[in-house]
């Protein structure tokens, strides 16, 4: 009885898991080499869109140590259709706060932030989609303290 109770509750968790992260429709991060993102290093991402009609919410995804010198993080951000046509953006993404506290979810000395980027876009076709990340701080010798960079695609409720 003791053992059914234990994995029924894990089933439970499992499931519990699952589901919150059922609007997911593409996510991935990329690794920063020694943590030191240099300007030339861009970050591109390709998934497969395969909704035209249901809107989507777009996340831009990062991830930073205590290292890192700056508050915030500028970002060039390029959306590539299948068509080929090319939206771009440029992006601030505020780390921390006016105190400096980091405003991402933190385990030890690493931060892990989502910050909307677009809400309720929708795809224009079916395809490929690449969505490149490329930092904009004009920091001659790289950011030191961004561990990853991602992109979250999911629908949007």
């Known amino acids: 009885m003791h053992k059914l109770l234990k994995i029924s509750f894990l089933l439970v968790v499992f499931f519990g898991l699952y589901s919150c992260d059922s609007n997911k429709v593409y996510e991935e991060y990329i690794e920063v080499e020694d943590a030191l993102w ?11 869109a395969e909704d ?5 919410n777009l996340y831009i995804n990062i991830r930073n140590t205590g290292d890192y010198a700056y508050s915030n993080l500028y970002l060039f951000v390029t959306l590539q259709g299948p068509d080929g046509n090319l939206l771009k953006d440029t992006v601030n993404c505020k780390l921390a706060d006016k105190s400096g506290k980091w405003l991402g979810k933190g385990i030890g000395d690493l931060w892990d932030l989502q910050m909307p980027y677009i809400g309720g876009f929708k795809f224009a076709q079916k395809g490929e989609y690449t969505f490149s990340l490329e930092q904009a701080m ?14 979250r695609v999911e629908t949007a409720d």
Do not use: C
Request: proline share 3%; aromatic share 6%.
């Open 138 to 151: 004009r920091v001659e010798n790289g950011l030191d303290g961004i561990t990853d960079v991602g992109l």
């Open 38 to 48: 240099q300007k030339e290093n861009i970050a591109s991402f390709k998934f497969l």
């Open 52 to 56: 035209t009609i249901v809107p989507h």
